[in-house]
């Protein structure tokens, strides 16, 4: 598999079972691709994780690898299921039962980007969507199976944590008047990707740090979280959302004045989270017989 289809980095040594994975920070955007769009360039990464990867950086240096997408979301989404194809942007692809991500646009190849605006003027034939899939999704995939795998081997489990950026907007709309908003939404599909000890000490770290965190809503987990979370099995997958506007302006697009103090205060998180992969970091006591 040929790494520039993503960008992993690799800790020089390899002493926890924590992968970090970034698959909505892709900002490589081809001139062709642009081109296709009636989006402007600013407009056209309103749906990307801007910078998430940067926040995590420092995870190799704790032990962890940290693997990122190169290409967009708005061109290919790698927290999609690759037949998850919407017909309405796909020439030629197949119409199959009801998916609501698929009804809303927001497929494996995506036909808007948020707030529903369009990406193309018309649709794109299926062969090069299949060939987005062949190049990016493919391959992101089975460098991710391969590190989850190699975590489990060394280590008897893995821990994988989905990390991703949410809009301030969407927060606001779910949160209960008088109550604060969250920080960091994590998803584990209502416990159904991840053991409850490993989401506690996800929360903790967080906490830890000073943010404030909730689970599950608005975000329980996507493909990803579906797809790798088998907590019976030692793979536990923990989707991470970060408030956009800690970082970052949102309408630019581009880091906020305090970028570089909110870098350094995940760099800690980072390290508090790549320790729960460390042997009998998150271990719970043995019922009594």
């Given at each position: 598999m040929?790494?520039?289809?993503?960008?992993?980095?690799?800790p020089?040594?390899?002493?926890t079972?924590?992968?970090?994975?970034s698959?909505?920070?892709?900002?490589?955007?081809?001139?062709?691709?642009?081109?296709?769009?009636?989006?402007?360039?600013?407009?056209?990464?309103?749906?990307?994780?801007a910078?998430?990867?940067?926040?995590?950086?420092?995870?190799?240096?704790?032990g962890?690898?940290?693997?990122?997408?190169?290409?967009?979301?708005?061109?290919?989404?790698?927290?999609?299921?690759?037949?998850?194809?919407?017909?309405?942007?796909?020439?030629?692809?197949?119409?199959?039962?009801?998916?609501?991500?698929?009804?809303?646009?927001?497929?494996?190849?995506?036909?808007?980007?948020?707030?529903?605006?369009?990406?193309?003027?018309?649709?794109?034939?299926?062969?090069?969507?299949?060939?987005?899939?062949?190049r990016?999704w493919?391959?992101?995939?089975?460098?991710?199976?391969?590190?989850?795998?190699?975590?489990?081997?060394?280590?008897?489990?893995?821990?994988l944590?989905?990390?991703?950026?949410?809009?301030?907007?969407?927060?606001?709309?779910?949160?209960?008047?008088?109550?604060?908003?969250?920080?960091i939404?994590?998803?584990?599909?209502?416990?159904?990707?991840?053991?409850?000890?490993?989401?506690?000490?996800?929360?903790?770290?967080?906490?830890?740090?000073?943010?404030?965190?909730?689970?599950?809503?608005?975000?329980?987990?996507?493909?990803i979280?579906?797809?790798?979370?088998?907590?019976a099995?030692?793979?536990?997958?923990?989707?991470?959302?970060?408030?956009?506007?800690?970082?970052?302006?949102?309408?630019?697009?581009?880091?906020?004045?305090?970028?570089a103090?909110?870098?350094?205060?995940?760099?800690?998180?980072?390290?508090?989270?790549?320790?729960?992969?460390?042997?009998?970091?998150?271990?719970?006591?043995?019922?009594?017989?």
């Amino acid at each position: 598999m040929s790494e520039s289809a993503y960008r992993l980095a690799r800790p020089a040594r390899l002493d926890t079972s924590v992968v970090f994975s970034s698959p909505h920070s892709g900002r490589d955007y081809a001139l062709d691709f642009l081109r296709q769009s009636v989006l402007d360039d600013r407009t056209i990464r309103s749906s990307e994780d801007a910078f998430v990867d940067l926040l995590y950086s420092e995870a190799p240096r704790f032990g962890a690898p940290l693997l990122t997408a190169v290409a967009p979301r708005a061109y290919v989404d790698l927290n999609r299921d690759a037949v998850e194809l919407d017909p309405a942007v796909v020439e030629g692809a197949r119409q199959g039962g009801h998916n609501p991500r698929i009804s809303s646009g927001l497929g494996v190849i995506p036909r808007v980007v948020a707030n529903g605006r369009a990406i193309y003027r018309g649709k794109i034939p299926l062969s090069e969507a299949n060939a987005r899939l062949s190049r990016y999704w493919r391959p992101y995939h089975a460098q991710l199976q391969a590190l989850l795998r190699d975590a489990h081997d060394r280590f008897g489990e893995a821990i994988l944590l989905d990390c991703h950026s949410m809009p301030r907007d969407a927060i606001e709309t779910v949160t209960t008047r008088g109550r604060p908003r969250p920080d960091i939404v994590l998803g584990d599909r209502f416990g159904a990707s991840a053991g409850a000890g490993v989401v506690d000490r996800v929360e903790a770290a967080f906490r830890a740090a000073g943010l404030r965190v909730s689970r599950n809503m608005p975000f329980a987990g996507a493909y990803i979280t579906q797809r790798y979370g088998r907590p019976a099995r030692g793979c536990h997958v923990v989707q991470v959302e970060i408030d956009r506007a800690l970082y970052m302006d949102e309408t630019l697009i581009r880091p906020s004045s305090d970028f570089a103090g909110f870098r350094r205060l995940m760099g800690s998180v980072t390290a508090d989270l790549a320790q729960i992969g460390r042997a009998g970091e998150h271990a719970l006591p043995l019922a009594a017989e």
